[in-house]
Every structure is written in C-alpha cells, then in structure tokens.
C-alpha cells in the first residue's frame, strides 16, 4: 500500500514535471553550449531571394565561428499580421525579423520589442541617407530597410503596341485614352485585386496624393485628423476613374499574387495590360508565367499626373521592408545586421531583381530595367508617402480598405472612406 | 496517510470503504486531473481570457493599459459590415435547414431501398465531405473564376451568356457559396440519416403495409417520426457550422465581394488583425449567439423528444 501510494505520487510529480517541462520549453534563443543561434524570419518563400537570405546567413556563420544563424522564409501576410506579432508578445521573438515602416514600427517600439539601433548602427544610418526615416520612432532608429520602392504602373508592352499607344500616358486622361484603346483589342485594361482589398485600397491612396497637399498629407497621418476636404475629393477621383470601367472583369473577387486569376496571373498570361503596383512585382508576375521568368515584354512607368487636385505632382507613393533586431537578441545580430545592410550584400539583393535596395552605394547594381526606372522615380521625388495604411498602422488597414473596395462595388461613397478613416481613429 | 499505514491491521477493516473512497477520489483527480488541466488551460481560459481583452483598446502589443468598457462591442453592434455578416450567418443557417435537410432526407430516402450500385452512389455522395476543405474551396474558386471552368462549360454548351463572374457578383455570392456548403456537406447529412434509417425498424414498415399504407404513408407516419432523434442531431450540427462558418468563406471570397459573403468568423480575423481588443469583442459575440442558440435549441429539442412518436402511443 505504501509503495501504491509512492507510484501514485510519483506518477502525479511526473505529470506536474511534464506540464512544467512543455510550459519551460520557451527559453532564450541561444543554443546549446558556447554557441551562439541567432533566428532570422523573412518573407522570401522563393528563390532568387530565399536563396540569397540563405547564402548570407552562411556566409555569416563562415565569418564569424560559434554563430549559428536559424532562417526561415514566411509568407507575407502570416508573418507580418500574425507570427511576429505572437512572438513578440510570447516573450520569444526571433532576434532578426522583417520589420514594416509607419505604424507598425511605431507600434512594436511603444512597447518595448525593438532594439534602438540609432548608435549601433550610425554610420550605415548615414550612409543610407533619408530612406531610413519610415523606421524612425521620435527621433530613434528602429530598424534598417533593405528594400524602398515606389509604387507606379507595370504594363505589358506588346499589348501597349498592338492596342497603338506609341507612348505611355503622363496624364489621368492619356491613361483614360490607353484604357479604351486596350479594350478595343479586347484584353482587360488594367487588373487590380481588390479581392485581397488593399491592391484596391492603393488607387484611392494615389487619389488621396493627388487630391491632398503635401502639407496636408504631412499633418493628417500623424494627427490621425482627415477633415480636409481633399480626403473626400480622393474618393470623387476615384469614382470618376472607375466610370470608366478600366478594371478586368470580377475584380471584386481577384486576389492580387496567388494563381492565375490573380492580377498578377492575368498580367503574367497577357490578358491584362496594366496593374498598379509596388516594385515587387516583376518577380510576382514572373512567378506566375508558364517558364517562371519575368516576362521581356514587362514595362513600368509612374502613376500619371491627375489634373484638379491639390497634390504636388512629384510627389510619389511607396513604401520598402526593413530589419529590426528585438532587444533580446545576442549582440552579434547587430553585426549581422551590419553585413545586410553592406553595400556588398544590398548590391546582390538589387543584382538578383527582387526590389530597390535601400543603400543608394547598391542602386548601380541594378540591372532590371524596370527597377532602374523605379530607382530613377524615387529619385526624382520630392516627397515619397508611405503607403496609407502602412503609414496609419495595422488597425486602419482592413477597415480603410474595406470602405475603398466598397466604392470599387458600388455599395460606399467617398464620405464612408472617410468615416471609416475618423471611426478607427477614433478607436484608437 | 501515515496515520493509516502505522494503524493495526483490525482496525483497518471497517475503514475500508471510507479508504476506498479516499483512493477512488485520488484515482478520479489522477485520471480526469490532466484532461481537466488541458480544458481549463486550452478551452476555458482563452475564452475567459477573450472577454477579458475585449474591454480593452489594445494593439496585440504590450501590456494592457487603456480599459474602455464596453466600447468595442458598441463598436461592433453600430458597424454595417458586421451586422451583414451576422445576416450572412443566419442565411446560411435557415437556407441549410430548409433545403440540405429535406434534400439529405430525400436522397437517404432513395438510398436504403435496394437498388443497383447503391454501394457507389452511397461513396460517391460522401467525396465531397472527405475532401480538405481548402482544396475543395481552391477547386471552386478555379472553377467559378471568371475564366474557370464554369464559365467555359456555359460557353462551350452556347449558354455563354448565362457566364459571369460567380464570387465577384455581389448579388449571387452569398447564393453561390450556399450552393457551394451544400454540396460539401450534404453527403455527412446523408450519412446521418443513413444511419437513423438503418434503426427504423423493417416490422413497423410491413405492419404499416399490412394495414393497407402506401409507401409515402409509411416513410410520412413511421420512418420520419422515427428519424426525428438524427433530424435533430444534425439540425444541431448544422447550425454551430453555418454560426461559426469560416473556412470555406475564407478560401474562396474571404467575405467579399464588398462583404456579400462575410461571416462573423471573417470578420473577426480581418477586423482583430491589429486590434486584438476588437477581435475578442466579435469573438465574445460570436460565443454568446452560438450559446444562445444551441441552447434554445436543445431546450425545444428536448421538449420535441418528450411528445415525439415514441412517447404519444402512450399519451392516447
């Protein structure tokens, strides 16, 4: 009987060690021994960039003896919206991650995740130059980018000739011309994925640039204060440009990167011209083609000036991807970081094609020529603002978004958008 | 415990149930102690925890530092776009009721009479169901695509100009995606009744024909009453499945076009992404019409089983 109660004791401090065991199993980062792990998330799922993040993490490891550098590659949307945000607030937070500009930023410093990187990092925050400014929180550096971009328009330019458009439109209304040109050769002007909402939510915010001053945009976005009336005018440009049913036939339920119905997937098969999108997308579009390449026929060119507004025209729309180190992170992730942010290793990012790099000692590594016509847009920009909802942060996003695809179906007005803008500050 | 084991042994004895029942309570905590620890810890808590968040303006980041009451839930019950998908939800669950119920019991009907390759028509109803509801929900967004395959098979019959965009119509979604529910999950509710009819007595049946009924007679007055029990089970299922549809909403339209197909589920995730405050209040709602409604039901379910079929011969 004594013995049946020892087992029955034991077997109940097993089970309690056992509970207490999974509920340790979050530890710091670091591996065994000397060793030292350094977990580094992004977003690139396919190669050339995966490949590229993977050869530098060795390379890495190579340089620097009793390092070992863990990365993993996660979709976009997964990363960004949910596992960062649920490592950071576990306690176990990769050391290196991509990090967002604008609100997302601001949000993750507030409470304390991310490391100031200000000291650490002074002379590469130089050398960089005013493209570091989204990853700054009042006055701090937060995270380093290592792509920036501006959003304009990719065309197909084999459909451009056949429809006869000799050159690409520079005004609202040259564009509107090249819109019904495209539809008389009968292929769909332009694709956009207002399935996935924010592709949709970007032709507002290029409505919103060219309707708002700089000044306005300026004091808005921080003030979280849209009472302008030019936040409205963005939505009454937006319904006049959709009167002319530029967009592919059900674009309410096209996603924008994923398959063939995609917006992507139509450019890629040639049955769409135009598409209004990030730098990204020459390697989204040439996921999607039949030989996985980015297709030769594929051009760029910037958003069109909009007559009527009160919006600076060279002012530009675009945004780019950093990386922050979280404050518990060993001290050779700074130096990891340091070797990412290289002229060396941003001119192999910019030489592979998969974006802009954010150190302008790498811009001359570009050999796209539609990523060199980007890099001259940037530029030539007398402001660039960030994305509306990555600059408002991540609660605006669907609600923002949301309200703008509803003008896209005709069920919401230019006043919802801004309702929906003044509701979620609100809440805020 | 040590009190017990230096105690002499003829003492012992008439303590022994009262032992027993010490060591049968510790064997009930050893063996119900783990599970009760992971559903307190897994299920009760996050749900507890939930109604807890959803009092504050949180961003999901930090601690919890600005409380304001009741303001996400206001917040929620003042947005159109949530209120549509509550409707969306409750469409789903009366249009299942009204056409997959009859529609399963008609099919089950048909086959539990003899016939031939009743065996393939049986495996054949069920695909659907086993299917992976991702690539059951990819292969209808292919297939309803503007360009899929739907429309192909329209034109190629030269019924082209019935083709449209099937997920992208605001008008059509929400019908589409009911069309789409059904057929996925039609074949478990065929399944269901199967194995209510395979308990209906065959002596009731032939009494039934004795006494001179035909065959709509007999399935009306015996095999229906009888199947009520199953009917019920899956009325039951049929309803916590439409409240809390997310899936296939998400795979094929994610709520859209324009909210036509959102559910309280998908809105959940859209709205709470940045907002986990938000989101436990939707979460919270979500649970409490859930509750409410599978209580009422079990509560008029209950009372339907106390006057059903079997009971009334008593009754009279």
């Known amino acids: 009987m004594n013995n049946r109660t020892k087992r029955l004791g034991a077997l109940i401090a097993a089970s309690t060690v056992a509970l207490l065991g999974v509920a340790g199993c979050t530890g710091p980062s670091s591996g065994d021994g000397d060793e030292v792990k350094i977990v580094w998330w992004h977003n690139a799922t396919s190669d050339p960039l995966q490949g590229l993040w993977a050869d530098v993490a060795a390379e890495f490891e190579d340089a620097h003896p009793g390092v070992k550098v863990e990365v993993t590659g996660y979709q976009n949307e997964d990363l960004q919206r949910t596992l960062i945000p649920n490592a950071l607030q576990s306690g176990d937070a990769p050391d290196l991650f991509m990090v967002w500009p604008g609100g997302e ?38 995270a380093m980018p290592f792509s920036f971009g501006i959003t304009g328009i990719w065309y197909n330019t084999e459909l451009f000739a056949q429809a006869g458009i000799t050159s690409t439109p520079t005004t609202l209304p040259e564009l509107v011309t090249a819109v019904e040109k495209l539809k008389g050769i009968g292929v769909e002007p332009i694709a956009v994925g207002a399935g996935d909402l924010w592709p949709a939510g970007h032709w507002w915010y290029q409505f919103a640039l060219n309707a708002c001053s700089t000044a306005t945009l300026q004091s808005a976005i921080p003030d979280l ?21 530029p967009f592919n036939k059900g674009f309410l339920a096209t996603p924008a990167q994923t398959g063939a119905d995609s917006s992507n997937g139509l450019m890629a098969a040639g049955v769409a011209a135009m598409e209004f999108m990030g730098p990204w997308n020459s390697g989204t579009i040439g996921a999607l083609t039949e030989d996985g390449e980015v297709p030769e026929w594929l051009g ?26 979280s404050v518990d992170a060993p001290e050779e992730t700074v130096e990891l970081l ?31 020529e539609n990523l060199k016509s980007i890099a001259a847009g940037l530029a030539g920009s007398s402001y660039v603002q960030l994305w509306l909802d990555s600059a408002l942060g991540p609660a605006f996003g669907n609600p923002l978004n949301q309200a703008i695809v509803n003008i896209f179906g005709g069920t919401g007005t230019p006043e919802d958008v801004v309702k929906a803008l003044e509701d979620t500050a609100a809440a805020q | 415990m040590t009190q017990t084991t230096a105690a ?18 510790l064997e009930i905590a050893l063996f119900t102690g783990p599970a009760l620890i992971v559903f307190l810890g897994f299920v009760i808590l996050p749900v507890v925890l939930a109604a807890y968040y959803s009092l504050f303006n949180w961003n999901g980041l930090g601690p919890l530092e600005r409380f304001i009451g009741f303001d996400n839930y206001i917040r929620a019950l003042n947005d159109p776009a949530f209120l549509r998908a509550i409707g969306n939800n409750f469409t789903i669950l009366i249009l299942s009721i009204l056409i997959q119920g009859p529609l399963a019991i008609g099919v089950a009907l048909l086959l539990n009479r003899r016939m031939r390759g009743r065996a393939i028509f049986r495996a054949l109803i069920f ?47 929400l ?37 001179g009924a035909n065959w709509w007679q007999t399935q009306w007055r015996i095999t229906l009453p009888l199947i009520a029990p199953t009917i019920r089970i899956w009325i039951f299922l049929s309803m916590i499945g439409s409240l809390q549809l997310f899936d296939m909403v998400w795979v094929t339209t994610k709520g859209g076009p324009v909210g036509a197909t959102n559910t309280m589920a998908v809105y959940m995730l859209q709205n709470g992404q940045g907002a986990p405050g938000y989101g436990s209040a939707i979460a919270v709602i979500l649970f409490a019409i859930s509750l409410v409604v599978a209580l009422v039901f079990q509560r008029t379910a209950m009372r339907r089983d106390l006057a059903g079929a079997l009971t009334s011969g008593e009754d009279r």
């Open chain 2, 175 to 211: 019908g589409v995606m009911f069309v789409i529910l059904t057929w996925k999950y039609l074949g478990f509710a065929i399944l269901l009744m199967l194995a209510g009819l395979q308990g209906v007595p065959q002596e009731l049946q032939e009494a039934a024909a004795i006494d």
């Open chain 1, 338 to 368: 340091k070797y990412l942010s290289s002229a060396e290793v941003q001119s192999r990012f910019a030489a592979i094609g998969s974006g802009i790099p954010a150190n302008p000692g790498a811009a001359s590594a570009l050999t796209d």
């Open chain 2, 127 to 173: 695909v659907p169901y086993v299917l992976a509801e991702v690539i059951a929900g990819l292969a209808w967004k292919l297939l309803l695509s503007p360009r899929g395959g739907v429309n192909g098979l329209l034109e190629d019959i030269g019924l082209g100009e019935l083709a449209q965009p099937w997920l992208a119509n605001p008008d059509i979604a």
């Open chain 2, 8 to 25: 002499p042994a003829p003492v012992e004895a008439p303590r022994r149930p009262r032992r027993g029942g010490v060591r049968q309570r």
């Open chain 1, 225 to 245: 204060d849209f009472s302008d009336p030019c936040w409205i005018k963005a939505g009454e440009m937006l319904e006049d440009f959709l009167a002319v049913e």
């Open chain 1, 300 to 325: 760029w060119f910037p958003f069109p000036s909009v007559p009527g507004g009160a919006g600076d025209p060279t002012i530009t729309m675009g945004g780019g991807d950093g990386w922050g180190i």
């Open chain 1, 105 to 142: 930023v601001r949000s993750q410093a507030e409470a304390g995740y991310l490391r100031d990187l200000t000291s650490d990092l002074s002379a590469e925050i130089a050398e960089f130059g005013g493209v570091v400014k989204p990853w700054e929180v009042d006055g701090k550096q937060y």
